[in-house]
């Protein structure tokens, strides 16, 4: 598997430039504000998404000034979107550290999150194109959208394919397809190139997602943190939504009642997972990511075989394979 570097490499010159501008972007006068979002900077993570907006680009056409302005204005709703989701969902920690409201206080972190939101618009203002206008609002209404809808479906034991599906469309999907498809209009591509990057982006954040809910049910030695965190914030993913669909009913119900009252017994959550293997809900997962992986690659047929297009390839592979 490529790591990120690797998969950089065919725009390190372009990402150079894109981190000075993003530093330039993350600077305020105010001393509070200034260390939050140093703060943020300092656990950006891997920065997958304005990466692919760099991608993207070149995949057409040289990077221009609008590509940097976009990745860095997607990066920064990206994480505006986290800081608040972390509110909302009392969520302590982020990237192994704590949330900024943890470290702060709610109100610090509402306003830190506010601010970037702010310079979000201020960005794509001076991007003057209304297409990437678009593509950025919409996902910045998909966004919210995908927070209601978790919350409104909350730890229900209940939910279907469906509902999942709908909510990481929301959520992280739509995120990656706004990347590419904002990055490549960014770049002048055409049309085709464009339509075949946003479905691109699309199926890239649902493998993206779907491996994330695959990690629940992995060994602690690999992933190195404790398994069915997102169980025990109260969401069903994937692997366990295919296992109840596939138990006996007795037994599924069970498993229900046991999900809806984890508080009252701490071995619940083992016993959620066994069930989970034991019915091969996380093979159901992996299979549909692959699917999905199949599908991405089908959509960069378009385009001719290049550095670039072998990244954005490559990409997908990390995607399925990583390991954290």
Not at 23 to 40: A, G, M, R, W
Request: charged share 25%; with cysteine; proline share 3%.
């Amino acid at each position: 598997m490529a790591t990120v570097q690797e998969i950089r490499q065919p725009v390190e010159a372009e990402w150079k430039l894109f981190e000075r501008f993003q530093h330039d972007c993350l600077q305020s006068d105010n001393p509070l504000q200034q260390e939050v979002l140093h703060y943020i900077a300092q656990r950006n993570g891997k920065q997958l998404r304005p990466l692919l907006v760099l991608l993207a680009a070149k995949l057409c056409n040289p990077v221009t000034d609008k590509t940097y302005r976009t990745a860095v204005a997607l990066e920064m709703l990206h994480n505006a979107s986290l800081v608040h989701d972390d509110v909302v969902d009392s969520s302590d920690l982020r990237r192994g550290a704590p949330a900024v409201h943890v470290r702060w206080n709610n109100k610090v972190a509402v306003l830190a999150g506010d601010y970037m939101l702010a310079k979000v618009i201020g960005l794509v203002a001076e991007v003057r194109n209304t297409q990437i206008l678009d593509i950025i609002s919409s996902l910045g209404r998909s966004l919210s959208s995908g927070e209601l809808a978790q919350l409104h479906v909350g730890s229900s034991m209940w939910i279907d394919e469906a509902q999942y599906n709908r909510v990481i469309d929301l959520k992280t999907a739509r995120l990656f397809q706004a990347c590419a498809e904002a990055g490549a209009e960014s770049a002048g591509c055409t049309q085709r190139q464009r339509t075949a990057l946003r479905e691109y982006g699309r199926l890239l954040g649902l493998c993206f997602q779907i491996k994330d809910d695959i990690f629940d049910y992995s060994d602690l030695e690999e992933l190195g943190k404790p398994t069915m965190s997102d169980l025990r914030d109260g969401k069903v993913t994937l692997p366990l939504i295919i296992a109840l669909q596939r138990a006996p009913e007795a037994e599924a119900e069970a498993v229900r009642r046991m999900g809806e009252h984890l508080d009252d017994d701490p071995r619940s959550l083992e016993q959620i997972k066994s069930f989970v293997l034991r019915f091969h809900g996380d093979e159901y997962a992996v299979q549909q990511m692959l699917a999905y992986k199949k599908q991405a690659t089908e959509a960069l047929a378009v385009f001719r075989d290049s550095p670039v297009r072998e990244a954005l390839i490559r990409l997908l592979d990390y995607a399925i394979n990583r390991v954290q």
